[in-house]
């Protein structure tokens, strides 16, 4: 499984955009893309998933350069609520039974 | 969206007696279900994978004989810890894979606080 590498942590400011870079130089053809947040003593919860390029949805956007070896989550207009854990995974759904291996994580402060 | 629910989410007990924590996917039927253990401030580590119908898979440094997992369903799985002990104190967390999607789609509980007095 293709081990990846975020920043400890960020700290922002409400209201600003935060963007969130995860390195995964050694991500398979196969595999995809998603990042989880976590709050304290709550499990995981998804946030995003993608492939290649880029995908939005309500809460966040993904961009994928065409090497795939590095993702961005973007968080727009940050609140306090956003202030968590973010866990950026890759991994194939096929493979080793769709295990997901947690990394270190990027703890975001949004500050007021 | 999917559902995964724990039970208990906290649990007390004294070292030496044995706990039972469930993870049930209540609207989708999963084959697949993890656990992990996460303790303060650092990430979550995969424990064990549990197959419905057949024995779990354990990571590398994990003893099968001190947690216990049993998926006797297609929507519940359980991870008893044996003997307790103080340093088996953690957050225990499980997520279930929706077997009817075409992808990895992993749903979490929301964990299983632990305290081993």
């Known amino acids: 499984l293709a081990k990846t590498t975020q920043p400890i942590s960020m700290d922002s400011y409400e209201g600003q955009e935060v963007n969130i870079t995860c390195s995964h130089n050694?991500?398979?053809?196969?595999?995809?893309i998603t990042w989880y947040q976590q709050f304290p003593s709550q499990g995981p919860r998804f946030i995003i998933q993608?492939?290649?390029t880029k995908v939005t949805n309500e809460v966040a956007s993904l961009f994928i350069p065409a090497d795939r070896k590095s993702s961005t989550l973007s968080l727009p207009r940050v609140s306090l609520s956003d202030t968590a854990v973010y866990y950026c995974?890759?991994?194939?759904?096929?493979?080793?039974?769709?295990?997901?291996?947690f990394g270190q994580g990027t703890e975001l402060s949004v500050k007021p | 969206g999917a559902v995964v629910s724990q039970h208990p989410s906290r649990v007390i007990c004294k070292s030496g007696t044995s706990v039972k924590i469930e993870c049930r996917s209540l609207d989708f039927q999963a084959t697949t279900m993890f656990w992990y253990r996460q303790f303060p401030k650092q990430s979550l580590m995969l424990m064990a994978t549990s197959n419905e119908g057949s024995k779990a898979t354990y990571e590398q440094g994990v003893e099968k004989d001190k947690f216990l997992i049993n998926h006797a369903s297609l929507t519940l799985s359980t991870l008893t810890v044996t003997s307790a002990h103080p340093e088996d104190s953690s957050f225990y967390i499980c997520?279930?894979?929706?077997?009817?999607?075409?992808?990895?789609?992993?749903?979490f509980g929301p964990g299983t606080r632990l305290t081993v007095l």
């Open positions: 995974l890759v991994g194939d759904g096929n493979n080793q039974g769709g295990k997901l291996i």
């Open positions: 993608g492939y290649k």
């Open positions: 997520s279930a894979r929706n077997s009817g999607s075409s992808y990895n789609e992993q749903f």
């Open positions: 050694n991500i398979a053809t196969n595999d995809y």
